[in-house]
């Protein structure tokens, strides 16, 4: 089983080692020393599947991230920010990163269709 323990201070690291110590996969994230704003969701999210896409992570885990954390959360909100008549700034924001994540989305269910050779 993969675990993403994200704001893994203290605490965090004593679960994560419980965790990697029964043979689980941990990805265990926090901020950085003298950071002290607080990450929304959506950018916290983001963040973590840019790490693993510029560390590189196996595909295979970036596409595990993407479909169990990153999209089902990210595309509703879009659409919500979208609608929400306050959010004059923010619509084509939300726009803009609804048709990131729908080209994420397209791109790793291209790699699953590729043929293989060999």
């Given amino acids: 089983m993969k675990i993403l323990i994200a704001g893994c201070g203290f605490v965090g690291s004593a679960v994560a080692r419980r965790f990697a110590q029964t043979g689980h996969a941990v990805w265990g994230l926090r901020r950085r020393e003298g950071v002290f704003e607080i990450e929304d969701h959506i950018s916290g999210v983001s963040d973590v599947m840019r790490w693993l896409v510029e560390r590189p992570q196996p595909l295979a885990d970036q596409r595990f991230f993407f479909e169990t954390y990153l999209y089902p959360g990210a595309a509703p909100f879009c659409a919500a920010v979208q609608s929400a008549a306050a959010a004059a700034f923010y ?28």
């Fill in 91 to 118: 619509r084509p924001v939300a726009a803009f990163a609804l048709a990131f994540f729908e080209l994420e989305k397209a791109a790793l269910d291209m790699v699953d269709s590729e043929p293989r050779v060999g």
